[in-house]
């Protein structure tokens, strides 16, 4: 069985690889790439039951000293199902919106998963390397897919830079480890000298909350936002932002042993919590306010993973993907239908087609907290953990919560307003803004909604008794908190109260300061991108004036230096030639005369010899037998008188 399990974890992660690898460069692959697709995507499901279940740990060597390794503990069995689910439910509502190049789109999304899930499942820092890389590639890939509008693409690459900025603490921290000599291994880190190992912390620390867009990198999650939906729906719910927070409980140990990172770590996630939460209360745009919340609510699994509570973080981080891969996946059918995803444009849209509205609809209460819904209790596991260290953290964080409840109202209240006769020419000026709607929702587009509500409403009981012992046993954290009755009856009076205030109000304040995402953009361009620029501008300049210059002075002296050797090519080298050819010419003619002259006529000669005594021979052959006998006697008679003559 341990053997079989091995098996499935490197299919795992090489079968979506391989196969979206040849789906992305067959672009004649467009007919068979959904089927083809959906079915790797099923196969990673039932191959992730089978290493959740075996914990398999598989390596090969790689360099000396480390391995390229992949082990499923009880936190990666807990995620990787979680992940493989939500790719094939993604791909399936992707059948809705991609329309062309079905080929390359599918076959980036099962590249992107395999990254993931090599990011999910990888023991050492080689590993998580190569896997962090891929990851970051076939994203840029996805989010500017549709690669002839420079919008997208610039989206794309605003994401990739920001992230790849980030990933160089990774780099950071791979050297210090092998300073630090305890090894690449992820379990060993913890175990480095003092000094490096504050190193390795600051580097994963700055790498993870780059993908999990926590400030101050929080804003290349809305420039993200111009890639397909699907692509959101699996990017921000399950797959790349949510490893950054993944990284983050799988290294919690050495969190706790820096002794500095834990108290950093909460305070940046209850940072981004709040403030990313106002963010998205002041959004007009569906997609970004989903954005903002998806940063918003990384900041809880951030905050758990520094509060030591890896039970807390991993629920949530499960129940987040599930509510925020319904939530994406309905703007999505929204945006594919009716060409728009400003709220304005979407008003009382959950009447229009009822499976997709309700199922929003249980995603957004599960996002507001409402009770029993999941993110009520997992939201509530990690404020638990957080009060004990800092009541004033805890205290950002239940306002976080409040906030979560007033943007998820505003989603409620704006897709189930009831639009007046006279208004509704308003709202439909909005449609086909962005592009052109189809008017239909399909089956394949609302089938992968029902069971994303089921999981949205129901996650939640991971952080509730008699599961949370289950959860905190296997991910290796027996004495996990269990959270107490107030708390739990306190966040969800909270969350209901907020939201019957916006719903009854059917408005809620829109922070201007949080619009543009707290300058956060603007900020970026000021002190990286216009910077860059400029660097690039005098380095242009610089070549124009110094490099061009040299480079055309050289030119300048190889071409009169191949003047001057073509000169001499003609003087010399060609009338030497042309000279040897003339005199092997003049040698080859006299040849030939003396041929003519010798050769020729001793040839003639001698044949004409030959051709005399030929005749000569043939004289006495006359076929007569008397003269064969004379001749004999002749012949005999000179023998006799010869040898007579000689004796």
């Not at 998820?408 to 897709?415: C, S, T």
């Not at 909005?430 to 409403?457: I, M, S």
């Not at 959270?483 to 109260?497: C, D, H």
Request: with cysteine; hydrophobic share 60%.
């Amino acid at each position: 069985m341990n053997e079989f399990a091995q098996v499935c974890l490197w299919l795992l992660v090489l079968l979506p690889a391989g196969v979206g690898a040849v789906l992305a460069a067959v672009a004649r692959a467009d007919r068979v790439a959904v089927p083809v697709s959906a079915s790797t995507a099923a196969v990673m499901v039932g191959l992730s039951a089978v290493v959740a279940a075996a914990r398999p740990a598989v390596a090969v060597p790689f360099v000396a000293g480390t391995d390229v390794a992949l082990t499923v503990d009880g936190l990666a069995a807990l995620i990787l199902p979680m992940l493989t689910v939500v790719t094939l439910l993604v791909l399936l509502a992707a059948t809705g919106e991609i329309r062309t190049s079905t080929a390359r789109f599918h076959g980036l999304m099962l590249v992107f998963a395999a990254a993931v899930a090599a990011t999910a499942t990888a023991a050492t820092l080689p590993t998580l390397l190569m896997a962090w890389e891929i990851m970051g590639a076939a994203s840029y890939a996805l989010i500017g897919f549709q690669w002839r509008d420079d919008d997208r693409v610039s989206a794309g690459l605003t994401a990739f830079l920001t992230t790849r900025a980030a990933d160089l603490g990774l780099y950071l921290a791979a050297g210090a480890a092998l300073a630090g000599g305890a090894g690449l291994a992820l379990a060993d880190l913890p175990a480095s000298s003092p000094g490096w190992r504050n190193v390795i912390t600051a580097g994963i620390l700055v790498a993870a909350l780059g993908k999990a867009a926590q400030l101050p990198f929080s804003f290349w999650l809305s420039r993200a936002m111009a890639g397909p939906s699907t692509v959101s729906a699996l990017l921000h719910s399950a797959a790349m932002v949510a490893m950054g927070g993944y990284l983050l409980l799988r290294v919690e140990p050495l969190l706790a042993a820096s002794g500095w990172a834990g108290p950093v770590t909460i305070g940046l996630g209850a940072a981004t919590a709040l403030l990313l939460s106002a963010v998205a209360l002041a959004q007009r745009d569906l997609k970004q306010l989903l954005a903002a919340s998806t940063a918003a609510q990384l900041g809880f699994v951030v905050m758990a993973a520094g509060a030591a509570t890896v039970t807390g973080g991993a629920a949530h981080l499960v129940a987040h993907a599930a509510t925020k891969a319904l939530l994406f996946l309905a703007a999505g059918v929204w945006l594919t239908a009716l060409g728009t995803k400003r709220l304005t444009g979407l008003r009382g849209v959950a009447k229009r087609w009822r499976l997709v509205g309700w199922s929003a609809t249980i995603g957004a209460l599960a996002l507001a907290g409402i009770a029993p819904l999941s993110l009520w209790a997992t939201k509530d596991a990690v404020l638990t953990a957080v009060a004990e260290q800092s009541p004033w953290l805890y205290a950002a964080g239940l306002v976080a919560s409040a906030l979560s409840a007033a943007y998820a109202a505003k989603i409620l209240v704006v897709i189930w307003l009831r639009v007046p006769a006279d208004r509704r020419a308003e709202v439909e000026a909005h449609f086909d803004e962005e592009e052109r709607g189809t008017r239909r929702v399909t089956v394949r587009q609302q089938a992968p909604l029902l069971p994303l509500a089921v999981g949205a409403a129901c996650a939640g009981l991971l952080a509730l008794p008699p599961l949370v012992a289950a959860v905190s046993r296997a991910v290796g954290e027996p004495g996990g908190a269990h959270t107490p009755a107030w708390e739990l009856v306190v966040s969800a009076a909270i969350a209901l109260v907020v939201l019957l205030i916006v719903v009854v109000r059917r408005r809620v304040p829109e922070p201007r300061w949080a619009l543009r995402w707290l300058g956060l953009p603007a900020a970026a361009s000021a002190l990286v991108v216009r910077p860059t620029l400029r660097c690039a501008n005098a380095l242009a300049r610089f070549d124009d004036r110094i490099v061009d210059r040299g480079v055309t002075g050289a030119a300048r002296a190889a071409l009169a230096v191949s003047r001057r050797a073509g000169g001499f090519d003609d003087r010399v080298v060609d009338r030497a030639v042309e000279r040897g050819a003339a005199g092997t010419l003049r040698v080859a003619q006299r040849a030939g005369r003396a041929d003519d002259r010798w050769l020729d006529a001793a040839v003639e000669h001698l044949a004409a010899t030959v051709r005399r005594l030929g005749r000569l021979a043939r004289r006495p052959q006359t076929g007569q037998l008397h003269q064969y006998y004379l001749q004999a006697v002749v012949v005999l008679v000179l023998g006799v008188v010869l040898l007579v003559a000689l004796g």
